[in-house]
């Protein structure tokens, strides 16, 4: 029997990979429905994107695949960080500091429940 899963993936979101890693540790391998709970009440940044990535795969796996929307679970979701974005800030005595907005690539997977 073959595997068949649901990937999306989301490119250049200006939200630090660190930041993303600690939400998306909290709804990996979990169902859709209770993962998208702990989206809508976790009070963090990421959390916004990432409803609309899961969304987004359930979407997909029910369009493109016929899976069961009940039956979906997040079997796998990871972040790489992508490009930085290096920015200057001027300080005392006419030095500069560099400061590097992160940006992040997210991947997120689901797969039916057997």
Same mark, same amino acid.
């Given at each position: 029997?073959?595997?068949?899963? &649901? +990937?999306?993936? %989301? *490119?250049?979101?200006?939200?630090?990979?660190?930041? $993303?890693? /600690?939400? =998306?540790?909290?709804?990996?391998?979990?169902?859709?429905?209770? &993962? +998208?709970?702990? %989206? *809508?009440?976790?009070?963090?940044?990421?959390?916004? $994107?990432? /409803?609309? =990535?899961?969304?987004?795969?359930?979407?997909?796996?029910?369009?493109?695949?016929?899976?069961? *929307?009940?039956?979906?679970?997040?079997?796998?979701?990871?972040?790489?960080?992508?490009?930085?974005?290096?920015?200057?800030?001027?300080?005392?005595?006419?030095?500069?500091?560099?400061?590097?907005?992160?940006?992040?690539?997210?991947?997120?997977?689901?797969?039916?429940?057997?």
């Amino acid at each position: 029997m073959e595997i068949r899963e &649901a +990937r999306s993936y %989301l *490119k250049f979101v200006r939200i630090s990979p660190r930041k $993303v890693k /600690i939400v =998306l540790d909290l709804i990996r391998g979990k169902d859709v429905q209770t &993962a +998208r709970g702990i %989206l *809508k009440t976790t009070p963090k940044a990421a959390c916004e $994107v990432l /409803i609309k =990535l899961l969304d987004r795969a359930c979407a997909d796996a029910d369009n493109n695949f016929g899976m069961d *929307k009940s039956k979906l679970y997040v079997s796998e979701c990871f972040v790489t960080p992508g490009m930085t974005l290096k920015r200057i800030m001027p300080r005392g005595k006419g030095s500069a500091d560099r400061i590097l907005k992160r940006t992040s690539h997210i991947t997120l997977a689901v797969r039916e429940k057997e």
